[in-house]
């Protein structure tokens, strides 16, 4: 069974400032993991995803997130934030290879941009 | 290129009534995936299809069922409602089943709402 926890149901940060939204995970199999994004009365879109290899990864709008195996982490980092970013993020994990199993996702972080 | 398209967009049903939602994936994809989104809750996975067949079923009673048609757009069935399906319902398309989960584009919702 795999399972996702986002810490902070909210966070709020000033705009230009850093941007980290928490993600550890649980998997018993090796893990692809996932960040998306989901502005008002709108669907899901992909930020990023790790799924083999350099386990630091970019994704879109400046985003990034390093997985570590040990802290069974994948945080979500922005140098600096913009008021675009104020949305839902959420961090997921899949069975490694895919399958049919689904995505778990988290519970989502709200992100506040403060001007 | 048109992306993942559902209808309605918003539907209102009573308790015990039936309802269809619909999905049209990205043109070539072959899987249609299904996820019910709980206000302030991550989506949670309740089917995957593809080439007609379902390969994947997360934990939803019976009550919900789908299918997937020869142009590989899907229907979602939710039979005798209840107030605690009042949902955003959204749908996923990918190329095929296999490592699907790297890359599903999803729609923006169909909001259902039981009274």
């Known amino acids: 069974a795999q399972s996702v926890t986002q810490l902070g149901s909210h966070v709020s940060v000033s705009e230009g400032a850093l941007v980290l939204l928490r993600c550890n995970y649980s998997?018993?199999?090796?893990?692809?993991l996932f960040w998306y994004v989901q502005y008002p009365n709108q669907g899901l879109q992909l930020l990023l995803k790790?799924?083999?290899?350099?386990?630091l990864v970019k994704g879109i709008n400046g985003f990034e997130a390093e997985f570590k195996k040990s802290e069974t982490s994948f945080h979500l980092t922005k140098p600096s934030a913009h008021m675009s970013d104020a949305a839902e993020y959420f961090c997921?994990?899949?069975?490694?290879?895919?399958?049919?199993?689904?995505?778990?996702f988290g519970k989502g972080t709200h992100l506040i941009i403060q001007p | 290129d048109a992306g993942v398209t559902q209808s309605p967009t918003h539907l209102i049903k009573t308790r015990g009534q039936q309802v269809t939602l619909r999905c049209s994936p990205i043109?070539?994809?072959?899987?249609v995936s299904w996820y019910q989104q709980v206000l302030g809750q991550g989506p949670q996975f309740i089917f995957q299809?593809?080439?007609?067949?379902?390969?994947g079923r997360g934990n939803f009673p019976d009550r919900f069922s789908a299918r997937q048609f020869p142009n590989y757009s899907s229907e979602l069935n939710v039979n005798a409602l209840l107030l605690g399906d009042s949902a955003l319902y959204l749908c996923?398309?990918?190329?095929?089943?296999?490592?699907?989960?790297?890359?599903?584009?999803f729609g923006s919702g169909t909001q259902l709402s039981v009274l």
């Open positions: 996923a398309s990918s190329l095929a089943p296999t490592r699907s989960n790297e890359k599903l584009f």
């Open positions: 998997s018993s199999v090796p893990p692809y």
């Open positions: 790790y799924t083999t290899g350099a386990t």
């Open positions: 997921a994990v899949s069975k490694s290879g895919g399958g049919a199993d689904g995505l778990t």
């Open positions: 043109s070539g994809h072959k899987s």
């Open positions: 299809y593809y080439e007609k067949e379902e390969r």
